[in-house]
């Protein structure tokens, strides 16, 4: 028999909400909360998971799996694998975490990436990162009809600061870069992701079809926002205020992508396009609570240099990036009427094995 031991870190996306399931990049920061897997392997034929956090047991046939119920990631993850595992294979499992659950963190799909690995190491495939990222994308988006994109799973298994194009052949790149002063503030209020997530994908999915009845070659990936604005001028519809808003912050990564390569006036500009970044959600996605821009204010007032929605929004959390201030802007959100971790950079998912 043997255990195995799986960590795996929620992540923030520094520039890149809402594009990411429209095939754009992104730029993410792996956090240190993580989800923390314990399994050990045994021959009973049964898998049985008990997840510390909610003092909850699940336990099922080591055969496929129907999917009987929503966000069912766990058997998810194991239908990719019950092909190569022995039909006596079984596996006693404890999952414990301090990832915030619905609060932009990606908290759903490190937890698919970590049961990915842990069937993967226990068939012995010993897949890459890149690999892992994309089946814990499969189990969790594809598989379960989910309708985000595979962002939150590529930040989770790689962890540190990544850009990612999200389409094919998903190029990624490990970016040499450290942020410190990172602040999580919580709005308290949980938000929606998989009905905010739909609507939005509508959303935006009716305005590129209106932009290309409009124009004879509209494409997400290169066409010009000031174009698209004026567009927008004319026509006055809600869905192209989502594409302005699809193609603001698209920039804004390129921008971000542009500015860690070069290393010039980075925390300057990093502070300029975090704002920015902010700025595209809130007036475009219409998505930032009046709570959490109230948070925001206090805790710019407090020192943080740049605050930004994470997530879906309407509720949930937002990053305040706050060097040598982190104390200072966790208290101002504490105060008034918010929550706050001061959070850290982090490695990605991590997977040790013992003999026993």
């Known amino acids: 028999m043997k255990e195995i031991f799986i960590?795996?870190?929620?992540?923030?996306?520094l520039f890149g909400e809402d594009v990411d399931y429209m095939s754009?990049?992104?730029?993410?920061?792996?956090?240190?909360?993580?989800?923390?897997?314990?399994?050990?392997?045994?021959?009973?034929?049964?898998?049985?998971?008990?997840?510390?956090d909610f003092n909850q047991i699940m336990k099922f046939k080591s055969e496929r799996q129907d999917i009987l119920s929503k966000?069912?990631?766990?058997?998810?993850?194991f239908n990719l694998y019950h092909e190569y595992l022995p039909s006596n294979f079984g596996a006693d499992i404890t999952v414990k975490s301090d990832l915030l659950i619905g609060k932009g963190l990606s908290s759903s799909s490190a937890f698919s990436s970590v049961f990915v690995a842990f069937f993967d190491k226990a068939a012995?495939?010993?897949?890459?990162?890149?690999?892992?990222?994309?089946?814990?994308y499969l189990a969790e988006v594809v598989n379960l009809g989910e309708p985000g994109g595979m962002m939150d799973h590529f930040a989770s298994v790689l962890g540190n600061v990544i850009y990612l194009e999200c389409r094919e052949p998903y190029f990624y790149e490990k970016l040499d870069l450290k942020l410190d002063g990172l602040v999580i503030g919580d709005t308290l209020k949980r938000k929606k992701t998989i009905e905010l997530l739909t609507l939005r994908k509508s959303e935006i999915k009716s305005g590129?079809?209106?932009?290309?009845?409009?124009?004879?070659?509209?494409?997400?990936?290169?066409?010009?926002?000031?174009?698209?604005?004026?567009?927008?001028?004319e026509q006055k519809n809600p869905d192209l205020k989502r594409i302005?808003?699809?193609?603001?912050?698209?920039?804004?990564?390129?921008?971000?992508?542009?500015?860690?390569?070069?290393?010039?006036?980075?925390?300057q500009n990093i502070?300029?396009?975090?704002?920015?970044?902010?700025?595209?959600?809130?007036?475009?996605?219409?998505?930032?609570?009046?709570?959490?821009?109230?948070?925001?204010?206090?805790?710019?007032k407090a020192g943080a240099k740049a605050c930004k929605l994470l997530g879906t929004g309407n509720g949930g959390s937002f990053l305040a990036y706050a060097p040598g201030k982190e104390k200072n802007v966790a208290k101002s959100i504490l105060k008034n009427g918010g929550e706050a971790y001061i959070v850290k950079q982090d490695v990605g998912l991590t997977i040790n094995e013992v003999n026993c």
């Open 124 to 136: 012995n495939l010993n897949s890459t990162a890149k690999e892992i990222a994309w089946k814990a």
């Open 7 to 13: 960590s795996t870190p929620g992540r923030i996306c």
């Open 24 to 52: 754009l990049e992104v730029i993410t920061i792996a956090i240190d909360k993580r989800i923390e897997l314990k399994g050990k392997v045994t021959n009973t034929g049964e898998i049985r998971v008990k997840l510390d």
């Open 244 to 267: 302005l808003g699809v193609l603001g912050i698209r920039d804004i990564v390129r921008k971000g992508y542009k500015l860690v390569k070069s290393n010039e006036e980075l925390d």
């Open 71 to 77: 966000r069912d990631y766990v058997k998810s993850a």
């Open 208 to 233: 590129i079809e209106i932009l290309s009845e409009l124009t004879n070659d509209f494409s997400l990936l290169d066409f010009p926002l000031d174009e698209a604005f004026g567009i927008y001028e």
């Open 271 to 300: 502070v300029q396009l975090i704002n920015m970044h902010h700025d595209f959600q809130k007036n475009y996605f219409e998505n930032v609570s009046e709570k959490m821009q109230f948070l925001i204010e206090r805790a710019k």
